[in-house]
């Protein structure tokens, strides 16, 4: 009924910027919150920033001052914009929701930051 998709991952220079996309479907987009994590293989998935229905952002202390997350709702779409990317960020970033207790999750979007 919940489908997210992810798009915008790439291959970046230490330094550099990307900006995800999540659009989502199946859903009233403007009375979720939604979030974003980030996983490397053999390691467990960490929770990079969310943003409520209402618009407040949050973030892992980590990514502060760099990213931020924001939605269209106009779109159904969330966004991360990264900045100034660290090589220990490569991972696969990927889009969260829950629907009445149902969590969904996008496919990722490998995000690689290497020169």
């Known amino acids: 009924q919940v489908q997210l998709v992810e798009s915008g991952g790439g291959l970046v220079q230490p330094g550099g910027s990307l900006r995800l996309s999540c659009a989502a479907s199946?859903?009233?987009?403007?009375?979720?919150?939604m979030s974003w994590y980030r996983q490397v293989p053999g390691k467990q998935r960490d929770w990079v920033a969310g943003i409520t229905s209402g618009g407040i952002v949050s973030y892992v202390d980590s990514v502060k001052g760099r990213f931020t997350i924001s939605r269209d709702n106009a779109k159904n779409t969330v966004y991360l914009q990264m900045n100034s990317l660290k090589p220990e960020e490569s991972a696969v970033y990927s889009c969260?929701?829950?629907?009445?207790?149902?969590?969904?999750w996008g496919q990722g979007t490998q995000v690689t930051v290497s020169s």
């Open positions: 969260y929701t829950a629907v009445n207790g149902r969590p969904y």
């Open positions: 199946g859903s009233n987009f403007r009375l979720n919150g």
